[in-house]
């Protein structure tokens, strides 16, 4: 059985920015991140030839198992190959492929009633897709906060495995926190206010209904961004109300660190 939770992130290869290559119509091409040492290569025609090939049948049969409706094992399969793809060439694809991809698999993430073993094969992607945070940002791509969310909040607050309802996959939580992470980077303007709306009501430290206030607000708010916007739709809106929080001395010590670590994003 295939290795569907690889870590790409761990093992992902060195690489350079803005290699480039010529395009099947003739065209010029720069890749988002490649890996240098194939230069090196006595067959670095033939190495590059076939990763092209590779790239472009990769993409093929992520589209098509999407339009057949093929989730298993055709979508399975050809996410699979692109972790794969990416662990041994790195992110040798273009700026736009990489937008494409991103998007095309968070539309596949956020599906509702989807196995959560595709859910975790997804993650995983996600995830080595986005170990480089300065190849794409928010002005390429935006996306909604709230189905992410949804998917989140029956993962890791309804107690579905605990009550003996369902039996989720390994690593399933933690592969989709990463993600989540990498994702609340991509959220439309206004998501940091109405995940504020949603998290306000149970911030009382005498229930434990404020762990989940507190872990949403450590993985949904974004905050990679730019200094001016800070102040009208990123930390402006809530750092000094999370600070009183934290220096409150009312939460418990797992809360106060979360805190903390999102203080330090």
Not at 229 to 248: F, I, K, N, P
Request: glycine share 4%.
């Amino acid at each position: 059985m295939m290795d569907d939770d690889r870590n790409v992130s761990g093992m992902e290869v060195e690489e350079t920015l803005g290699d480039n290559d010529i395009d099947f119509d003739g065209s010029t091409k720069v890749f988002q991140k490649d890996n240098w040492r194939f230069k090196f290569l006595p067959y670095y025609e033939e190495l590059k030839d076939e990763a092209n090939r590779e790239f472009e049948l990769l993409k093929t049969a992520i589209a098509g198992s999407i339009l057949r409706r093929d989730v298993r094992p055709g979508f399975i399969y050809a996410v699979h190959d692109l972790i794969e793809f990416i662990s041994i060439y790195g992110k040798r694809f273009t700026k736009q492929d990489h937008i494409n991809i991103v998007k095309l698999l968070y539309d596949v993430f956020i599906i509702k009633g989807l196995d959560f073993r595709v859910v975790r094969m997804v993650a995983s992607a996600i995830n080595a897709l986005s170990n480089r945070k300065m190849l794409i940002t928010r002005e390429d791509f935006r996306v909604d906060w709230r189905p992410l969310y949804d998917l989140y909040r029956e993962i890791a607050f309804k107690n579905l495995e605990e009550e003996g309802l369902i039996l989720f996959p390994d690593g399933l939580k933690d592969k989709v926190e990463h993600s989540i992470t990498f994702l609340s980077d991509f959220f439309e303007d206004n998501a940091t206010q109405e995940i504020l709306d949603l998290i306000r009501p149970d911030f009382c430290p005498f229930d434990d209904i404020i762990n989940e206030a507190v872990i949403t607000a450590t993985l949904f708010m974004p905050t990679c961004l730019k200094h001016e916007q800070h102040a009208t739709y990123g930390a402006g809106l809530w750092l000094d109300e999370m600070y009183h929080w934290y220096s409150s001395g009312e939460l418990a010590a797992d809360n106060e660190d979360r805190l903390l670590s999102l203080f330090t994003q």
